[in-house]
């Protein structure tokens, strides 16, 4: 089988994909999103890395040729669909939340005013993050009313929307469970390194870890939710005991996760995408 691996370049996600798919007898070739047309040669299968920057139309073109490529029969991880819910924090979460699942308080506007008051109603203390972002880059933490005006007024400034969540007290870690084709594969705990972040790219610590049955479920719950084949899950627990689904990754990572659980993330993308039965969560 012929994989298309489509990235903006060949970082080091991308050249561990090359060696998993040559370690199982396949071919694999990186393509930049950017040189994509309607008439590009139909691959078997698509791993999506990473989509590099571009307008809302290259971005809104790119996303429909891979829906094209799936109605045609070529398998997509992730399914388009998991894509564009996954990129956007805002109904990535309306989506969890609309299965039942437990996520932060959170409110999403586009006005300073607007969300002055939701950073009272959440109690003062808020995470301000993009809607559009990931490892933790472009998160604030807002806890003072004369600093959350000038933050919720800058943003508005330059026309993006505002997303604010109510933070959680958590004991300085969080876990992400990996998930693929139905089950958790690895779960890693990452312990925060004198930040609130408890992104690894922000400097927390990985460790292996167990999850409970209970968790085990809700990381399975949180990928179907959003119609994701293979997933990173980010759940927080809470200053009660409780559980809460942070996001879902669409385009996980796992560079820290295979060195601290010793297994071959890379070997498991390339088996979900080159088997013969439909993909799907």
């Not at 472009?138 to 943003?155: C, K, N």
Request: glycine share 8%.
């Amino acid at each position: 089988m012929h994989i298309t691996l489509l990235s903006g370049g060949d970082g080091w996600h991308v050249r561990d994909l090359l060696r998993a798919a040559a370690m199982h007898g396949h071919t694999a070739e990186i393509v930049d999103f950017r040189r994509l047309h309607s008439s590009s040669e139909m691959p078997d299968a698509v791993i999506v890395r990473t989509m590099p920057p571009g307008s809302l139309e290259q971005v809104v073109f790119r996303m429909d040729l891979l829906h094209a490529w799936q109605d045609a029969g070529v398998r997509v991880l992730n399914p388009p669909r998991a894509l564009e819910v996954c990129v956007d924090k805002y109904l990535c979460n309306v989506r969890l939340e609309a299965a039942g699942l437990r996520v932060p308080p959170t409110v999403v506007c586009q006005h300073a005013d607007v969300a002055l008051e939701a950073f009272e109603r959440l109690g003062g203390d808020v995470v301000v993050k993009p809607l559009f972002g990931s490892e933790g880059r472009g998160m604030v933490r807002v806890s003072d009313p004369e600093l959350a005006w000038r933050t919720f007024r800058a943003i508005e400034r330059t026309q993006q929307v505002l997303y604010l969540q109510k933070f959680i007290a958590h004991p300085g870690w969080d876990l992400r469970a990996f998930v693929s084709r139905g089950r958790v594969l690895a779960t890693m705990r990452r312990v925060a390194h004198g930040d609130w972040r408890t992104n690894v790219a922000q400097g927390a610590i990985a460790e292996r870890w167990k999850l409970s049955p209970e968790l085990e479920e809700l990381a399975l719950r949180a990928s179907e939710a959003v119609g994701a084949v293979v997933a990173g899950v980010d759940l927080l627990p809470g200053p009660s005991g409780e559980c809460y689904v942070l996001e879902v990754n669409a385009v996980p990572g796992w560079r820290a996760l295979a060195s601290v659980a010793g297994i071959d993330v890379a070997a498991e993308l390339i088996a979900s995408a080159s088997v013969h039965d439909e993909l799907r969560p």
